[in-house]
């Protein structure tokens, strides 16, 4: 069976440091992989979503950047945090073509920027 | 620019009533309708899906109801429980594999 995994769960970084958070899924090869970002009280917003090793599209022109360096690895970053930069970041992933669209998320990263 | 459009934003409903929520959207590209459940610090989880070709698709007590020509989808839930109590999304798939979600019903069903 498939499995996603988000590290770590839980983070507090100063404004002004770096990110990286990873996400990982087991059981499938070639995912669609998403990155979303959740403020509190509000909807999910698409980052980054990627079809393939390096190929990463960006949604949203902001300071974080995505890389895909293996199949079924992707990763969020900054250079340098903003407090607006705060909330509930979810991975997820889809098969490639076929009937099935169906997306699975990670447990997420709760970040905090102070 | 919001893709889909969620309505309402918090919805109470008495136990056993009918839960409804409204999505709308402008993008006829878009190719496939999923709900998701989240409840809180947990990620979303798929609920039930459907495709621009069929108008109404059931699964047990959640009905996706969807009209093509007007650009809306409705998730409604019967018989609605405590246990229901969660946050909904709607969303949208375009044809690069992108998802575009509404931005989320805080429903409360009270015993």
């Known amino acids: 069976s498939q499995t996603i995994h988000q590290w770590p769960a839980t983070l507090v970084q100063p404004v002004g440091s770096p990110l990286s958070l990873e996400c990982t899924v087991e059981?499938?090869?070639?995912?669609?992989l998403y990155w979303y970002r959740q403020a509190a009280g509000r909807g999910l917003q698409l980052l980054f979503y990627?079809?393939?090793?390096?190929?990463i599209s960006s949604e949203v022109p902001q300071n974080l950047s995505a890389s895909r360096p293996q199949d079924r690895q992707f990763i969020l970053s900054s250079k340098k945090l903003l407090l607006s930069d705060s909330g509930f970041y979810l991975c997820?992933?889809?098969?490639?073509?076929?009937?099935?669209?169906?997306?699975?998320f990670g447990p997420g990263t709760r970040l905090t920027v102070l | 620019q919001q893709q889909v459009k969620q309505s309402p934003q918090s919805l109470i409903v008495q136990k056993g009533g009918i839960s409804i929520i409204n999505c709308a959207y402008e993008?006829?590209?878009?190719?496939?309708f999923p709900w998701y459940q989240q409840f809180p610090g947990k990620g979303p989880a798929l609920l039930i899906a459907?495709?621009?070709?069929?108008s109404e698709k059931k699964e047990g007590r959640f009905t996706i109801s969807f009209n093509k020509s007007a650009k809306q989808f409705s998730l409604h839930i019967m018989d609605s429980q405590p246990g229901d109590s969660a946050t909904y999304f709607c969303?949208?798939?375009?044809?690069?594999?992108?998802?575009?979600f509404g931005t989320g019903t805080s429903l409360t069903v009270i015993p």
């Open positions: 969303a949208a798939k375009g044809p690069l594999g992108q998802f575009y």
């Open positions: 059981g499938t090869s070639n995912p669609n």
């Open positions: 990627s079809v393939g090793i390096g190929q």
């Open positions: 993008n006829t590209a878009f190719d496939y």
């Open positions: 997820a992933w889809k098969n490639t073509g076929g009937q099935i669209d169906t997306q699975y």
């Open positions: 459907i495709r621009p070709d069929v």
